[in-house]
């Protein structure tokens, strides 16, 4: 074997290696990507139950969807977030994995505060348009608004373009 085909092989292996510790670096970061997206389809989800309050197509049915859209939406984003602050304090060696996960945080951020929108448009149509045999109420809506307002603090602590929660904002005035 020739000097030039053995440096060819040598090479190979080397990209085959440093490919596989990259996979296994980046696999957080994947993971947050499809939360990311998993809880930006459920946001889209709610919008299109909201439009459905307070029209003909109001149903029990719809408002227990809407209730668990908003549970799995929820469950996904603190899944995300706690992905995204493993990447963010132990790989810190890690600076394209970072700024990666800086960029994708930021894009998790703004989903989240538009959830935080669509909540509060929830709350209005349920209060305007109310049922009594509904599991969804004003109550259990707030406290989803909280568990929210957690999961985004956790968020804006490591990104600071984020526009605030409003709780995060009264404590900085």
């Not at 990209?15 to 930006?40: G, P």
């Not at 109001?58 to 969807?65: G, T, Y």
């Not at 109310?130 to 707030?142: F, G, Y």
Request: contains cysteine; charged residues 25%; glycine residues 4%.
């Amino acid at each position: 074997m020739s000097t030039f085909e053995e440096a060819r092989l040598h090479n190979r292996k080397q990209r085959r290696s440093s490919a596989i510790a990259v996979t296994k670096e980046t696999t957080h970061l994947l993971e947050c990507i499809q939360f990311t997206v998993q809880v930006n389809e459920d946001i889209a989800q709610l919008h299109d139950l909201l439009t459905q309050l307070g029209s003909l197509k109001d149903s029990l049915q719809v408002r227990k969807e809407i209730e668990r859209t908003v549970r799995h939406c929820l469950e996904a984003a603190k899944s995300a977030k706690d992905r995204f602050l493993y990447i963010m304090i132990n790989c810190r060696e890690n600076v394209k994995l970072q700024n990666q996960a800086g960029q994708h945080m930021g894009i998790f951020g703004f989903c989240l505060t538009y959830m935080q929108g669509e909540l509060k448009k929830c709350l209005q149509l349920i209060s305007t348009f109310p049922m009594k045999e509904a599991n969804l109420s004003q109550k259990s809506i707030e406290e989803d608004m909280t568990e929210l307002d957690e999961i985004l603090i956790g968020v804006e602590k490591h990104i600071h373009y984020i526009r605030p929660s409003a709780e995060a904002a009264a404590e900085r005035m």
